[in-house]
């Protein structure tokens, strides 16, 4: 058990719809990561907040956006889903320790029909 | 950009036969540099990772890691594997020495490791 929790772990939902994927780090941490796992991109970088703040993004579409609370838990929002965007997303925390060592929740896994 | 290549899709050992899964990494400094395992409908779990010093790293589970910057490399090694091992295996890198840490990381694309009882 890394100490990251990821709710729901299982998601099916239609083309069209709005979803909210929920995320809280290890305790202490105040960086959450986002990655999609797809069986044609593989493991990709979505976007990276830290103690609230946005501080990287990678290849994350328009129709999906993210937040970090003050309480640091992250939600990602996938709307107007695509068939396409099915996949497992995982987040993943870091401690503030100046390395890149994250460590990730059980995944979400999103069923688009 | 830093990138990940693991050249191996597939592999498949022997219960108590030695592994090595191969990882060659493209970055323009020392970068820091991961191995994850994934087992089927399971997170990532972290289990080794090399930031500077020693070049062979040990972690969990029995397997470690060296570190070859001559040739770019930090392949994993287990001299001997468990039924259990069967996973899937990725390599990462991040760019965090640069920085300071607080970076994505690149992720290869991953080896499936079978294992033949």
């Known amino acids: 058990d890394s100490g990251v929790t990821q709710t729901p772990k299982h998601l099916i939902t239609a083309t069209g719809q709005r979803v909210t994927l929920r995320c809280s780090p290890r305790s202490g941490d105040l960086s959450v990561y986002w990655y999609q796992q797809s069986l044609d991109q593989g493991l990709q970088f979505l976007i990276h907040?830290?103690?609230?703040?946005?501080?990287a993004k990678g290849n994350i579409l328009e129709r999906f956006s993210a937040q970090q609370f003050p309480d640091l838990h992250s939600e990602l929002n996938l709307s107007s889903l695509e068939l396409g965007d099915s996949a497992l997303y995982f987040c993943?925390?870091?401690?503030?320790?100046?390395?890149?060592?994250?460590?990730f929740g059980p995944g979400t896994r999103l069923t688009v029909l | 950009a830093q990138s990940v290549t693991q050249p191996d899709i597939h592999i498949t050992v022997s219960e108590g036969a030695s592994l090595e899964l191969r990882c060659n990494y493209s970055?323009?400094?020392?970068?820091?540099l991961f191995w994850y395992v994934q087992s089927p409908g399971q997170g990532l779990q972290l289990l080794l990772k090399y930031f500077s010093g020693d070049t062979l790293v040990q972690g969990i589970k029995g397997f470690e890691a060296e570190f070859k910057r001559s040739q770019s490399s930090f392949n994993l090694r287990k001299p001997s594997v468990h039924w259990s091992d069967a996973a899937e295996y990725f390599c990462?890198?991040?760019?965090?020495?640069?920085?300071?840490?607080?970076?994505?990381?690149?992720f290869g694309t991953g080896t499936q490791l079978k294992v033949e009882l």
């Open positions: 907040y830290y103690n609230g703040e946005e501080r």
């Open positions: 990462a890198v991040g760019a965090g020495r640069l920085t300071g840490g607080g970076n994505k990381l690149t």
């Open positions: 970055y323009g400094a020392t970068p820091y």
């Open positions: 993943a925390s870091s401690a503030r320790d100046g390395t890149d060592t994250q460590y």
